[in-house]
Structures are given as structure tokens and as C-alpha cells.
């Protein structure tokens, strides 16, 4: 959710550049099992403890378990990036426009109580306090791909349910086209809304079909715990083929239309971010190549950059969305 910066978002903290003492002497005891013949064993140990490494919780906020998820494409077998990384390398530009500033400032974000109000054309408008919201439907685990359209990457475990569970709740009514989502606009405990980076509120918004995708999801937690206020708590949007800043944080109103509504970064700037913007290698933005990317905690000296795929890896998925559409007009 970018501005024009000096380093384009490409210069990552200098700490995580830095291979840990005991990652560095682990993969040199593996180089030498490996020339003594012993590798099988030694491998499938190695392996173990990564997955094992991943999967823990990082024991900095409340639990918040999902299980398995039996949607098509919810999990990719990619390495999950390390949480301190997740946590504290952000755009959320109500804290602030630098990449450390969400992690510093957020914590004057009141996260309770919340309430989600959900308006508009639907047969069942009505209130949802945060915790009705989590209780509405069974929270699952997703690990996503995270693209941010900058060139950096992610891999994050979320906790949350498809929107469409919440969706099917209000009866849409059949004139509704679009989805809106109204983030958090409040002066006294976000510092930077009101400058002139962005018209706030912050906005987004999806079409009828995207919002119903399973893939799309409503998201209260990560890393099997709660959001962290500089992650969008209490609750967020995530749709892993689209750029990140599609995915609106701290949602307060969900409102369901008949118009393409106005998304923030679309206002600010149109040639730049469209409406859809879909993750696509083909279509560059006038400051970033799109065709590859810099996967957050691989920036080491002889880390090369991954290619961008398709709809960030969920083409199978969810192409069949935009069939017969020139993606590089609906960008």
C-alpha cells in the first residue's frame, strides 16, 4: 500500500539479514552427515523440526486455534515467514507511513468492543460484536501467500472463516453487485488518519462473486493467535490473489451494493491501482515490476528473487472469476 519512497520498499531490516548462530551451525552439522552418507535420517529430522518450528504459536497474544481447511488451495506447503517479520514489517497507513511504524504505534488501537455493522442491499441488515463474529462460523487455518504490490512477499497462517459464511447470513438480495468494506477512521488512537496521503476512511471493495469465493476470507487471527493491532485487529479481510492492499484492516462496516464502490488507493491515485487489482507478473505499476518478488526473510546476500505467479499462485482457483476480461485494462 505504497507511496513513492527513496527505496521503493525494498530495503528490509538490516536483523533479518543476520542467519542465526544456531540455523548456521545446524545446516553445517547437516553438510557433514551428508558427506558421511547418513543424510536420509538426518533430513527427515530436519525437516521435522522446521514444520514443527512453523507450526508453533509465538506466545505473544491471546489463542486463537483454527482447524484444518478442506478448501481448494487454503494451504501452501511453502515455508512460513518467521512471525516477528509479519508483525513488524507492515503498511498500515493509519500508523504511519514507514514499514516499522505499525508495530510502534499501533498499540493505542482500542480493539474492544467492536462492533461490524453489515448494510446495504441485503434482506438482513444488522450489528455483529467482534465476538458474535468469531463465533458465527468454524475458524480455520489458511496459509496464504501475501504479494504486496512493492515487490515484497509473504507466506502467513491465518485464522478465520470464508466471507461468504457471514454473507449468506444477510440474504444478499439479488441487485447486489459489490461488497464495500469501511475500515477504522478514528483520530484519537490512529495519529496519521487525517493526513494527506489518503482520504479517510480507508475503503475497499470486491465484487459479489470475489466476496463469495472461499478463498476470501474473514480473518481474526494469525499464527494461531488473535490479530496484533498492526496486522488490521480485530478483524481483516484477506484475498490472497490480489495485492495486499486490497485487504482491508479493522473493519467496522460492511456494506453491499449495486455500484463499483470507490477503494482507497484507486482515489488517490487511478492510473496507478485499480479496481481489481489481481496479482498479475504481465502488468507492471509505474514504480514496481510486478514479474518478481522479494520474499520477506530471504534477503540474504545470495537470495535471488522469485518469479510472480499468476493471481499470486491461486490461478486454478479463482481464474475462471475473470474470463473473457483484458486484465491488463481491469488491472
Same mark, same amino acid.
Not at 95 to 108: E, I, L, Q, S, Y
Given at each position: 500500500?505504497?507511496?513513492?519512497?527513496?527505496?521503493?520498499?525494498?530495503?528490509?531490516?538490516?536483523?533479518?539479514?543476520?542467519?542465526?548462530?544456531?540455523?548456521?551451525?545446524?545446516?553445517?552439522?547437516?553438510?557433514?552427515?551428508?558427506?558421511?552418507?547418513?543424510?536420509?535420517?538426518?533430513?527427515?529430522?530436519?525437516?521435522?523440526?522446521?514444520?514443527?518450528?512453523?507450526?508453533?504459536?509465538?506466545?505473544?497474544?491471546?489463542?486463537?486455534?483454527?482447524?484444518?481447511?478442506?478448501?481448494?488451495?487454503?494451504?501452501?506447503?511453502?515455508?512460513?515467514?518467521?512471525?516477528?517479520?509479519?508483525?513488524?514489517?507492515?503498511?498500515?497507513?493509519?500508523?504511519?507511513?514507514?514499514?516499522?511504524?505499525?508495530?510502534?504505534?499501533?498499540?493505542?488501537? =482500542?480493539?474492544?468492543?467492536?462492533?461490524? +455493522?453489515?448494510?446495504?442491499?441485503? %434482506? $438482513?441488515?444488522? *450489528?455483529?460484536?467482534?465476538?458474535?463474529?468469531?463465533?458465527?462460523?468454524?475458524?480455520?487455518?489458511?496459509?496464504?501467500?501475501?504479494?504486496?504490490?512493492?515487490?515484497?512477499?509473504?507466506?502467513?497462517?491465518?485464522?478465520?472463516?470464508?466471507?461468504?459464511?457471514?454473507?449468506?447470513?444477510?440474504?444478499?438480495?439479488?441487485?447486489?453487485?459489490?461488497?464495500?468494506?469501511?475500515?477504522?477512521?478514528?483520530?484519537?488512537?490512529?495519529?496519521?488518519?487525517?493526513?494527506?496521503?489518503?482520504?479517510?476512511?480507508?475503503?475497499?471493495?470486491?465484487?459479489?462473486?470475489?466476496?463469495?469465493?472461499?478463498?476470501?476470507?474473514?480473518?481474526?487471527?494469525?499464527?494461531?493467535?488473535?490479530?496484533?493491532?498492526?496486522?488490521?485487529?480485530?478483524?481483516?479481510?484477506?484475498?490472497?490473489?490480489?495485492?495486499?492492499?486490497?485487504?482491508?484492516?479493522?473493519?467496522? =462496516?460492511?456494506?453491499?451494493?449495486?455500484? +463499483?464502490?470507490?477503494?482507497?488507493? %484507486? $482515489?488517490?491515485? *487511478?492510473?496507478?491501482?485499480?479496481?481489481?487489482?489481481?496479482?498479475?507478473?504481465?502488468?507492471?505499476?509505474?514504480?514496481?515490476?510486478?514479474?518478481?518478488?522479494?520474499?520477506?526473510?530471504?534477503?540474504?546476500?545470495?537470495?535471488?528473487?522469485?518469479?510472480?505467479?499468476?493471481?499470486?499462485?491461486?490461478?486454478?482457483?479463482?481464474?475462471?472469476?475473470?474470463?473473457?476480461?483484458?486484465?491488463?485494462?481491469?488491472?
Amino acid at each position: 500500500m505504497p507511496i513513492p519512497r527513496r527505496d521503493n520498499g525494498f530495503i528490509h531490516a538490516a536483523s533479518s539479514e543476520i542467519t542465526p548462530r544456531a540455523v548456521y551451525e545446524g545446516r553445517r552439522d547437516l553438510i557433514k552427515l551428508m558427506a558421511g552418507g547418513a543424510v536420509g535420517a538426518a533430513l527427515a529430522t530436519w525437516a521435522a523440526r522446521d514444520a514443527g518450528a512453523e507450526a508453533a504459536r509465538p506466545g505473544k497474544l491471546a489463542a486463537l486455534a483454527g482447524g484444518k481447511s478442506a478448501v481448494a488451495g487454503a494451504n501452501t506447503m511453502e515455508k512460513v515467514t518467521d512471525y516477528k517479520d509479519a508483525s513488524t514489517y507492515n503498511n498500515y497507513y493509519e500508523f504511519g507511513v514507514d514499514k516499522a511504524d505499525p508495530a510502534r504505534n499501533a498499540h493505542t488501537l =482500542k480493539t474492544t468492543p467492536w462492533t461490524v +455493522e453489515v448494510e446495504g442491499l441485503v %434482506n $438482513k441488515p444488522g *450489528k455483529f460484536g467482534i465476538e458474535d463474529l468469531i463465533k458465527l462460523s468454524a475458524q480455520e487455518e489458511r496459509i496464504y501467500r501475501l504479494r504486496c504490490v512493492e515487490g515484497w512477499s509473504m507466506v502467513i497462517p491465518w485464522v478465520g472463516y470464508s466471507l461468504a459464511e457471514l454473507l449468506k447470513r444477510v440474504e444478499p438480495q439479488g441487485s447486489a453487485k459489490y461488497v464495500e468494506f469501511v475500515t477504522l477512521a478514528d483520530k484519537k488512537t490512529m495519529p496519521f488518519v487525517g493526513s494527506a496521503v489518503l482520504d479517510w476512511p480507508y475503503t475497499e471493495g470486491l465484487r459479489m462473486d470475489e466476496a463469495m469465493h472461499p478463498l476470501t476470507l474473514l480473518t481474526f487471527g494469525m499464527y494461531g493467535e488473535v490479530l496484533p493491532n498492526q496486522n488490521g485487529a480485530p478483524v481483516r479481510l484477506v484475498v490472497p490473489w490480489k495485492y495486499g492492499f486490497k485487504s482491508a484492516k479493522s473493519i467496522v =462496516k460492511i456494506r453491499l451494493t449495486d455500484k +463499483e464502490p470507490g477503494t482507497a488507493w %484507486n $482515489k488517490a491515485a *487511478k492510473q496507478e491501482y485499480g479496481f481489481y487489482s489481481n496479482v498479475n507478473p504481465n502488468v507492471d505499476h509505474p514504480r514496481w515490476s510486478q514479474a518478481t518478488e522479494r520474499r520477506i526473510g530471504e534477503d540474504g546476500l545470495f537470495a535471488k528473487k522469485r518469479k510472480t505467479l499468476m493471481f499470486n499462485g491461486y490461478e486454478a482457483q479463482v481464474a475462471s472469476l475473470y474470463a473473457g476480461m483484458d486484465l491488463k485494462k481491469f488491472y
